[in-house]
C-alpha cells in the first residue's frame, strides 16, 4: 500500500510517499486501512520539514576517519553524516569477501520501535520483519526483476532517469547521504533535480517514508512524471518454527 501526497513550492514540487509493507503483506484490509490513516495523520505533520529546499544536504566535511568510501560531514540538521561518494560499480576498493562470495553492497540501518531496514549504496532499501518471523518484506533480486525499492523514476517526455544507482544516467554522479535515521540521494539530468529520502517515523508505526523533491533546473517550463517505486520479495532468513511469537503492541 503506498500513500502520495504532493504540492508545489517555488517552482519545486514536494511530495512524501509512505509504504506500509508490512501489513499490506501481513494483515487483514481493516487494519491496514488504519495504519494507512495514522500514517496520513502523520505524513500531514511532517511538513514542517518540507522547508528544506534550499538548504545543502551536507556542508563542509573531514576525511579524517572517514575511509575510503567517502567523507563525513554536517548535515542541514547539525547532526553528523556520512556521504557516500565511492562508485562501486567500478572501483574494486568496494568489493569484499562475503560468504564465498563477493559483493559490493555497503548499507546503513534505519528503523523506528517496530520496524527496520537498510539503506545500500545501490540507492535501494530493504524492510525487516521481525515480530513473528525473521524476514525480508523486498529483498533486492534482480533475477526475479525485484528491486526492493526505496527510490523512483522520473520523466519529463524527453528525458528519463532513476536513483536507482546501477540505472542512473551515465556519467552523472549521485549524492548519497547516511544520516542519523535517514538515506538522502540526490541526482540531476536533463534540466531535472531529484532529491528523495527514506526515513521511518519515530514512534511505533511500522512504516517508511519517503519524501521526494522534484525541482526544475531549466528555463523552460516542464510537466514532471514521478514514478515511486516499492517492491514485495519475501525471503524468510529461519524456518518460521524456530522464531518467537511477538506480543500485540
Not at 508545489?8 to 514536494?14: I, K, L, Y
Not at 532529491?195 to 508505526?205: I, M, S, W
Request: net charge negative; with cysteine.
Amino acid at each position: 500500500m503506498i500513500f502520495f501526497s504532493g504540492e508545489e513550492r517555488r517552482g519545486t514540487v514536494v511530495c512524501l510517499s509512505a509504504a506500509v509493507l508490512l501489513f499490506s503483506l501481513l494483515s487483514n484490509a481493516a487494519a491496514a486501512s488504519s495504519i494507512g490513516e495514522k500514517i496520513k495523520a502523520r505524513v500531514g505533520g511532517l511538513s514542517h520539514h518540507l522547508n528544506e529546499t534550499d538548504t545543502p544536504i551536507v556542508g563542509p566535511g573531514w576525511d579524517t576517519g572517514a575511509g575510503s568510501f567517502g567523507r563525513w560531514a554536517m548535515d542541514r540538521y547539525g547532526l553528523p553524516a556520512y556521504e557516500y561518494e565511492m562508485d562501486p560499480l567500478n572501483d574494486l576498493r568496494a568489493v569484499w569477501l562475503k560468504g564465498n562470495a563477493y559483493s559490493n553492497l555497503h548499507w546503513h540501518q534505519l528503523g523506528n520501535d517496530h520496524v527496520n531496514a537498510i539503506a545500500t549504496n545501490m540507492g535501494y532499501v530493504q524492510m525487516f520483519y521481525n515480530d513473528s518471523a525473521q524476514r525480508w518484506l523486498n529483498l533486492h533480486n534482480p533475477a526475479k526483476l525485484a528491486y526492493a525499492g526505496g527510490f523512483g523514476f522520473v520523466s519529463d517526455g524527453a528525458v528519463s532517469f532513476s536513483s536507482y544507482y546501477p540505472y542512473r544516467p551515465a556519467g552523472v554522479a549521485e549524492k548519497r547521504i547516511f544520516g542519523e535515521g535517514y538515506f538522502e540521494k540526490e541526482i540531476s539530468s536533463g534540466g531535472i533535480l531529484l532529491n528523495e529520502t527514506v526515513f521511518a517515523p519515530a514512534g511505533d508505526l511500522p512504516v517508511l517514508i519517503m519524501r521526494v523533491r522534484l525541482k526544475n533546473l531549466s528555463a523552460e517550463e516542464k510537466t514532471l512524471t514521478y514514478l515511486p517505486y516499492f517492491d514485495v520479495d519475501t525471503y524468510d532468513l529461519f524456518p518460521p518454527f524456530l522464531t518467537a511469537y511477538a506480543p500485540d503492541r
